[in-house]
């Protein structure tokens, strides 16, 4: 049973460029959020997709935007990178939110550094 | 007041002792609490959850919940150098008028976790 996998697992941007990042969900699961992660930092939401559309969105600003496709998998995409987006961002799938507890799947992460 | 608050530690505690993680949370209507573990440069790894108040068991782990003081803990018996981690409390908020949550996540800091032999 494939577990939550992300691609590219490193990238290297400069600012303003733009940056794609890749998600496959658990087997089963077919809802994803997505986290960022800064350095010593708990995750924070960026925002969760469920059928092919963003259903919730924490406070980050339009730049950081996504897609889920019919298979599940998602994208995010950030444009106009700044130095500030350096950071692991992390992939998190889970079942339909029928019950309180929602457990939800990390996977491995990628580690954006924008220079 | 931060949503979700853990001390950063470090925490430090020998091998074989028990290890006390604590968290609060501002969000009265919280309905759910979840501990993840993440080693150094790996994702976070669910370790319990628990929605009741009381104590759940797992193992060496044990999960208390006490909604009326806003208060999440995590015990770890017979703490292991392989504990050492770093501890994140997680908290999903009060369920919207539609009876569902979308299940955002809202982290603490973490904990920083050290198991000395």
């Known amino acids: 049973d494939a577990g939550v996998t992300q691609s590219p697992t490193h990238l290297i941007k400069t600012r303003g460029q733009q940056v794609t990042l890749r998600c496959s969900p658990k087997?089963?699961?077919?809802?994803v959020s997505w986290y960022q992660q800064a350095l010593g930092q708990g995750p924070q939401f960026i925002f969760q997709y469920y059928e092919e559309e963003e259903r919730q969105r924490g406070n980050f600003p339009d730049r950081f935007s996504g897609h889920q496709f019919p298979n599940y998998s998602s994208e995010l995409n950030v444009n106009a990178l700044l130095l500030g987006d350096s950071a692991l961002y992390l992939c998190?799938?889970?079942?339909?939110?029928?019950?309180?507890?929602?457990?939800?799947?990390f996977g491995p992460g990628t580690r954006l550094t924008v220079l | 007041q931060k949503e979700v608050e853990q001390n950063s530690g470090p925490l430090s505690v020998p091998e074989g002792a028990i290890a006390s993680l604590n968290c609060t949370y501002s969000d009265r209507g919280s309905q759910s609490f979840f501990w993840y573990r993440q080693y150094s440069g790996k994702s976070p790894e669910l370790i319990m959850f628990i929605y009741s108040n009381g104590d759940k068991e797992d193992g060496r782990f044990t999960a208390q919940l006490n909604k009326a003081s806003q208060y999440v803990s995590l015990l770890i018996r017979d703490s292991q150098p392989s504990d050492s981690a770093t501890y994140l409390c997680a908290v999903i908020p009060a369920f919207n008028a539609g009876g569902t949550s979308y299940g955002k996540l809202t982290f603490g800091q973490g904990t920083i976790l050290t198991v000395h032999p």
């Open positions: 998190a799938s889970s079942l339909p939110l029928a019950t309180p507890y929602n457990e939800q799947f």
């Open positions: 087997s089963g699961h077919d809802t």
